[in-house]
């Protein structure tokens, strides 16, 4: 296994979110933060890695910059839907106990200190719904009640590429562009591509989880354990909408934010339906998945 990755082998119980639940904000506001010299070094990088990995090939990703998970109001119990709350920049908001950070090691299957204190759908003040709130370095926008929204996940989301991911994320580098990002935009993620990736935890009838073992032809992890997944593809995303592009020509004017959340399902679908061998009528039995 990877060394930074751990198994989940237990988790409180959660109902997900469904796709009329989750909404995203699209903005170049949300993009990672340039700098010319590290541009320069990311160029590098790649052409490096290139040319030892001729495989390799560039697109474009959703970079997650925040998100904003609302706290039903219900019981666990309960059979019906709960009501569904808002997230808002509002300055009056209280801060969130996750960080963009550690949202998408949730993909990841980290633990421990990695996670939020708490499961934000379950864990929650039982006179207002809110969400127990715990200290956080990195923290985002809490939300308010607003019953008349359906969506209980905002994600705010920009671009950036896989090339970018390997030249920050996966640089040597790493750690001192997450003092650099601090210092120079008070964010130690601003200069990191931080790519919106997906992951598909598969139970068998048997009570097993479903993993795969990584190709060796891939930058990341090659030969290891994982679960099937990859990233929702802005490309995609485009040519749904009619937009006949290439990857460098993508920007976020281009997609509707409805669109990017379909994605964001069919995605995980198709994932598991290349790794793991579904045929296409076994894989559309999925197509109702939670997140």
């Not at 708490?118 to 709130?133: A, H, I, K, T, Y």
Request: hydrophobic share 35%; aromatic share 6%.
């Amino acid at each position: 296994m990877d060394p930074e990755v751990s198994l989940l082998l237990h988790t409180a119980a959660w109902r997900g979110l469904r796709e009329s639940q989750v909404e995203v904000v699209l903005s170049d506001r949300f993009n990672r933060q340039t700098d010319p010299t590290l541009e320069r070094q990311i160029e590098e990088v790649w052409a490096e890695r290139v040319s030892k990995e001729p495989w390799l090939f560039n697109g474009s990703k959703f970079r997650l910059h925040s998100f904003c998970l609302a706290s039903p109001a219900f019981e666990p119990s309960s059979s019906e839907s709960p009501e569904s709350t808002l997230c808002s920049d509002s300055p009056h908001i209280p801060k969130s106990d996750c960080s963009e950070e550690q949202f998408q090691n949730i993909r990841l299957g980290k633990t421990e200190s990695d996670f939020c204190g708490s499961d934000p759908l379950f864990d929650s003040d039982g006179e207002n719904g809110r969400v127990n709130q715990v200290s956080s370095e990195q923290s985002v926008t809490q939300i308010t009640d607003n019953p008349q929204s359906g969506s209980l996940l905002t994600l705010k989301l920009g671009l950036t590429c896989y090339k970018d991911y390997l030249g920050t994320n996966w640089s040597c580098r790493e750690a001192e562009l997450r003092q650099q990002g601090e210092v120079e935009f008070s964010d130690p993620l601003a200069l990191l591509a931080q790519p919106l990736g997906v992951g598909g935890v598969l139970c068998t009838g048997d009570s097993k989880v479903v993993l795969i073992r990584r190709s060796q032809k891939v930058a990341e992890a090659g030969g290891l354990l994982d679960i099937p997944g990859g990233h929702p593809e802005p490309k995609v995303v485009c040519e749904h909408l009619g937009w006949a592009v290439k990857e460098e020509q993508i920007n976020v004017d281009m997609m509707q934010p409805k669109a990017v959340v379909s994605e964001l399902y069919s995605s995980v679908c198709a994932e598991i339906r290349d790794e793991v061998g579904f045929s296409a009528s076994e894989v559309h039995s999925l197509s109702h998945s939670f997140l």
